[in-house]
């Protein structure tokens, strides 16, 4: 039997390293991002999660037509800058909500009106909810929200199990501006990504995609609506080392 996806952000990062391995196991993939999207086995329609007046539309022809899904990955999201929370802009703050917070639960209340069986819904998380390091700002904000929206949602999905997965750090373009561009002396939390880059400890994106296919059984074995960080399943003394246990 065909196992259906639903990724969002599949044109670089991990939404593209997902898409990639789901395809190598006989997925039928289906994903939308801004930008176009370089596999061509996946199901793609281009569109921008906050254009709510476009979007139900968008998610209609990408998908509408499916029996039911298997996993829905909601990725698609942006760091914003690395600094001080004090100076940071409140537009920037808002733009980051909007992408990371707000977008997702425009998906979320298209799927749940759409009324089709979801088995799985992943919610791609971060450490940086809970850790609250210097700098993260906007991003902590809104991926501290997104751990509250995936707990809100998990009573309002009978039959889907949800899920906020904190992935790890993986090496993306993403990686590229904290690697090269941010201040680590200003902002410490910087240096330990640093130092990981290259390693194993810092997979690329579709070794990422493998280890989150690898405990998606695992995150249906908790409650539905938990926040999880992969390394807690994965890597438990790397997991305790971090949140200093």
Same mark, same amino acid.
């Given at each position: 039997?065909?196992?259906? =996806?639903?990724?969002?952000?599949?044109?670089?990062?991990?939404?593209?390293?997902? !898409?990639?391995?789901?395809?190598?196991?006989?997925?039928?993939?289906?994903?939308?991002?801004?930008?176009?999207?370089?596999?061509?086995?996946?199901?793609?329609?281009?569109?921008?999660?906050?254009?709510?007046?476009?979007?139900?539309? !968008?998610?209609?022809?990408?998908?509408?037509?499916? *029996?039911?899904?298997?996993?829905?990955?909601?990725? =698609?999201?942006?760091?914003?800058?690395?600094?001080?929370?004090?100076?940071?802009?409140?537009?920037?703050?808002?733009?980051?909500?909007?992408?990371?917070?707000?977008?997702?639960?425009? #998906?979320?209340?298209?799927?749940? &009106?759409? %009324?089709? *069986?979801? /088995?799985?819904?992943? +919610?791609?998380?971060?450490?940086?909810?809970?850790?609250?390091?210097? %700098?993260?700002?906007?991003?902590?904000?809104?991926?501290? &929200?997104?751990?509250?929206?995936?707990?809100?949602?998990?009573?309002?999905?009978?039959?889907?199990?949800?899920?906020?997965? !904190?992935?790890?750090?993986?090496?993306?373009? +993403?990686?590229?501006?904290?690697?090269?561009?941010?201040?680590?002396?200003?902002? *410490?939390?910087? /240096?330990?990504?640093?130092?990981?880059? %290259?390693?194993?400890?810092?997979?690329? *994106?579709?070794?990422?995609?493998?280890?989150? #296919?690898? #405990?998606?059984?695992?995150?249906?074995?908790?409650?539905?609506?938990?926040?999880?960080?992969?390394?807690?399943?994965?890597?438990?003394?790397?997991?305790?080392?971090?949140?200093? /246990?």
């Amino acid at each position: 039997m065909t196992r259906h =996806a639903f990724i969002t952000g599949v044109s670089s990062g991990l939404g593209h390293g997902l !898409a990639e391995y789901l395809g190598q196991q006989q997925w039928s993939v289906h994903g939308c991002s801004r930008r176009d999207c370089d596999l061509p086995a996946v199901h793609h329609a281009r569109c921008d999660l906050t254009d709510y007046s476009a979007l139900p539309g !968008a998610l209609e022809g990408l998908i509408g037509d499916l *029996p039911a899904l298997d996993l829905v990955v909601l990725n =698609a999201g942006v760091l914003g800058e690395i600094r001080d929370i004090s100076s940071t802009p409140m537009a920037d703050m808002k733009q980051v909500m909007e992408i990371n917070v707000w977008a997702n639960k425009a #998906v979320l209340d298209w799927l749940h &009106a759409w %009324g089709r *069986p979801i /088995r799985q819904i992943v +919610m791609i998380s971060s450490g940086a909810a809970v850790l609250g390091n210097k %700098g993260w700002g906007g991003y902590a904000l809104s991926k501290s &929200a997104l751990n509250m929206l995936a707990k809100l949602y998990a009573h309002e999905f009978a039959g889907t199990h949800i899920s906020a997965l !904190a992935p790890g750090i993986i090496d993306t373009a +993403m990686m590229d501006h904290l690697c090269d561009e941010a201040d680590a002396d200003a902002f *410490p939390a910087l /240096r330990r990504l640093r130092e990981a880059r %290259g390693t194993e400890i810092m997979p690329g *994106p579709l070794g990422a995609a493998e280890k989150i #296919v690898s #405990v998606l059984a695992s995150l249906r074995e908790r409650p539905s609506g938990e926040f999880v960080d992969i390394r807690e399943i994965l890597a438990p003394e790397l997991f305790a080392q971090l949140h200093g /246990r």
